[in-house]
Nanobody, 120 residues
Framework: QVQVVESGGGLVQAGESLRLTCVASGPTSTGTLSFKWHRQAPGKERELVALISDNGATKYEDSVKGRFTISRDDNARNTVYLQMNSLTPDDTAVYYC????????????WGQGTQVTVSS
């Protein structure tokens, strides 16, 4: 069983930055690992913000393009970051890390989420 832990959330002012970290622990040394960051704001549905595939390909939701960067740790394939710059109050949400592990079959795991609050 893979465990997923997010960290790095907090309260910031508009225009500031935060870096979220997602660590997947457990049996991840074999197979492929892809990571997705989702967020859910109060009263809204959960939305995909960014993803990084096992080979390093990335994709972003339109509203965060140019402001957010998803990356993998150079020394730890099970650790992924979400660098968030130029934050706005619309970015306020709980951010969840979603890990997809493919090793003969696909398994999906979620973290508990980390709160990001941006004040105006």
């Amino acid at each position: 069983q893979v465990q997923v832990v997010e960290s790095g959330g907090g309260l910031v002012q508009a225009g500031e930055s935060l870096r979220l970290t997602c660590v997947a622990s457990g049996p991840t040394s074999t197979g492929t690992l892809s990571f997705k960051w989702h967020r859910q704001a109060p009263g809204k549905e959960r939305e995909l913000v960014a993803l990084i595939s096992d080979n390093g390909a990335t994709k972003y939701e339109d509203s965060v393009k140019g402001r957010f960067t998803i990356s993998r740790d150079d020394n730890a394939r099970n650790t992924v970051y979400l660098q968030m710059n130029s934050l706005t109050p619309d970015d306020t949400a709980v951010y969840y890390c979603n890990v997809l592990h493919y090793n003969l079959w696909l398994s999906e795991f979620w973290g508990q989420g980390t709160q990001v609050t941006v004040s105006s």
